[in-house]
């Protein structure tokens, strides 16, 4: 190739040399080093304790790594465990959403599927859910809330948020180490890192970091990094902030022609009738009961959770997404994740907690 | 010579001897082929190239090859809604591709269903086959050396041969787009449009919507249009280019299919392709547009400097 033949290739040399650099430089210069006045994580927590943010809209993105497989979205399994499938899609994989709030009444969450989105409009006391992939909606009406309940809330013998603060950080004491973290930015803006640190080596997770608006005291971003992992298994994070009341018209739903409408009724514990005041009280007591049965071992980080024998419903426990998800191993199967172990015992029972399986299937032959 | 000169498609470029370069384009007998476009390189720089991209676009639709991928395109939609209305029992919301169920409430939805069955295969096919044709076309029937007659003339031409395959990109989307409109409309009520979220727009703002969707299809097939460039100087074949840019784009979906490749698919030009589903969102969600748009202005970019660099040092032999 001849010299002069060489300088008409130089665009393509230089071209994708530059869009590579830019694509480093862009995340690095993103996550700038950020220096702010240096606070206690007592302060950083009467900061959040003194938000006042109760207009926004934002983007938050949700990653996992929890070592799941990942789940089908689609398919039979899919629809055939719509309730669970759709709860634990939720905790698995990456999702965006887009959130937008305007007082303590006006709510609206987007999940923004692929083709498809998942909305929660609530305003006052009326909350819908509306699932574009079946194009369906549902309709719950809140009861009326208690003006004097609100009131106590939010004026009657509240404690300062630097007390809340203190006491919080006196409770968790003996368990975690509370720090603050280099700061950095979140959606652009300016945080103080709150990091938890759990005091025992007996747990998985490693640290819980949570990342505060240097301004506004809103938490912006909270991360769980499994013990002796670099990524996070766990995050959920602004990307896009801004502050101010978002368009009125978003807090308004009314469901689209054509949807498949359910009216889903709450549980009204004021205005029960006799029949269901007795189902109430039968409810009541089989709640009892099974939380009698419950035992936690343990307290703090490595805290193991005991569920009594017949806990989990045949139909989930014969499931084959369980079997899917699960491994066999001595004395049951388990389930273990970057953050979470459960073991579900061949009698029945189950144990579940922040802590190796190892540890779970000890607790199952001790106990 | 004016860009609505009635020439043939290329079948008569061979048989021109040579171009007629030096007398004035009117009083010569008017050269056939693409070799009336040497005359016009001929002329000053801005009239040359407005009459070079004029004469591009002339050729390229008046091709009955066009014409017929544009049909084709077009019976997309009329399809999926003939189907739709023939089908006696209704839809399943979630079965089929993504709308299907919307169609028989509001004919609107038939643009965007064709379009979403179309963004895999459909318009990649037909835009590989005109950006793969560009520059190995005119070597394979022996016209490109009559368009590099003038000096200087290899970059303007590298040019005006990529905003014909995009002006093509355009025509292909629209004509889906517009084709699934008007069918929808004529089998199907039309009226006030429901959004992925839920909340409900009235026909004209939906029109607009299918527009800006359209703009963002046109965008998405920019840069495999490029990489359709820069395999297009890379040989004589035609087909061959035509092959090489339709594998690419349907690779390119493959990978992005895999979990593994996570780190790669920010990368891959059809990463966004069916994100403008954001467009269909209340409020819209601009995000996968800009990171979209950004994409392919890099694909144009590396490619184009590619195809800059192979076509600007080629021996043109034919």
């Known amino acids: 190739m001849t010299p002069r033949n060489f300088t008409k290739w130089l665009p393509a040399i230089v071209i994708p040399a530059v869009i590579a650099v830019g694509a480093l430089a862009v995340p690095l210069t993103a996550g700038a080093a950020v220096d702010l006045p240096d606070k206690t994580p007592a302060q950083v927590l009467a900061l959040v304790g003194t938000s006042t943010v109760d207009a926004l809209s934002g983007t938050i993105e949700q990653t996992s790594e929890l070592g799941l497989p990942e789940l089908p979205t689609t398919g039979p399994t899919a629809s055939g465990n719509a309730g669970a499938a759709s709860a634990l899609e939720l905790l698995t994989g990456s999702h965006t959403g887009r959130v937008y709030l305007n007082g303590p009444d006006n709510i609206r969450l987007q999940v923004l599927d692929n083709l498809a989105e998942r909305d929660l409009v609530g305003n006052g006391s009326d909350v819908w859910l509306y699932n574009s992939k079946d194009n369906s909606a549902a309709h719950v009406t809140l009861p009326a809330k208690d003006a004097a309940d609100t009131d106590a809330t939010t004026h009657g013998g509240m404690a300062t948020p630097e007390e809340v603060a203190a006491k919080f950080l006196a409770a968790v004491d003996p368990s975690t180490t509370v720090s603050v973290g280099t700061d950095g930015s979140v959606a652009g803006r300016s945080v103080y890192d709150l990091v938890l640190t759990p005091k025992t080596t007996g747990t998985l997770v490693g640290t819980v970091s949570i990342s505060v608006d240097s301004e506004t005291g809103l938490p912006l971003a909270v991360e769980v990094t499994a013990r002796g992992q670099e990524k996070p298994a766990f995050r959920l994070a602004f990307t896009e902030l801004s502050l101010g009341a978002p368009d009125a018209s978003l807090f308004t739903f009314s469901p689209p022609a054509g949807a498949s409408v359910t009216e889903q009724a709450l549980p009204d514990t004021t205005s029960l009738d006799k029949k269901d005041a007795a189902d109430h009280a039968t409810m009541k007591a089989e709640a009892e009961k099974f939380l009698a049965g419950v035992t936690i071992s343990g307290t703090g980080w490595d805290a193991v959770v005991e569920l009594p024998a017949g806990s989990v419903p045949a139909e989930l426990s014969s499931s084959p997404l369980l079997a899917q998800l699960t491994t066999a191993v001595t004395g049951g199967r388990v389930i273990s994740t970057a953050l979470v172990s459960v073991l579900l015992t061949d009698d029945g029972r189950v144990f579940a907690g922040a802590v190796p399986s190892e540890r779970l299937q000890a607790a199952a032959v001790g106990g | ?318």
């Open chain 2, 1 to 318: 010579m004016s860009p609505s000169d009635p020439r043939e498609p290329a079948v008569t470029g061979p048989a021109v001897t040579g171009p007629d370069s030096t007398g004035p384009a009117a009083s010569v007998p008017e050269p056939t082929g693409h070799a009336a476009i040497a005359t016009a390189v001929a002329r000053p720089r801005g009239a040359s190239g407005a009459a070079l991209l004029g004469s591009e676009l002339t050729v390229l639709f008046r091709r009955r090859r066009t014409w017929a991928m544009l049909a084709a395109l077009a019976a997309i939609p009329v399809l999926i809604a003939i189907a739709v209305r023939l089908t006696s029992s209704p839809v399943t919301p979630g079965r089929g591709p993504a709308f299907l169920d919307r169609i028989t409430q509001n004919g609107l939805f038939v643009a965007i269903t064709a379009l979403i069955v179309s963004i895999p295969l459909f318009l990649p096919l037909t835009v590989g086959v005109v950006a793969g044709d560009t520059v190995a076309g005119e070597a394979n029937l022996g016209t490109l050396r009559y368009l590099l007659v003038a000096p200087a003339g290899r970059v303007r031409l590298l040019l005006v041969k990529y905003a014909g395959a995009a002006a093509f990109c355009v025509a292909a989307t629209l004509t889906v787009a517009v084709s699934g409109a008007l069918i929808g409309a004529a089998l199907f009520p039309v009226g006030p449009v429901t959004l992925l979220s839920g909340d409900t727009i009235g026909v004209g703002e939906s029109v607009l919507r299918s527009l800006l969707i359209a703009a963002y299809v046109t965008v998405s097939l920019l840069g495999l249009s490029a990489i359709g460039l820069f395999i297009s100087t890379l040989t004589e074949v035609p087909v061959g280019a035509m092959a090489a840019t339709i594998v690419l784009s349907v690779t390119a979906q493959v990978l992005d299919a895999l979990p593994q490749l996570d780190w790669l698919h920010p990368w891959l030009f059809s990463h966004y392709w069916l994100d403008f589903a954001d467009l269909l969102r209340q409020p819209i969600d601009w995000t996968s547009f800009g990171a979209n748009a950004l994409l392919q202005g890099g694909y144009i970019l590396v490619f184009g400097a590619l195809a800059y660099g192979r076509f600007v040092t080629k021996d043109i032999l034919s």
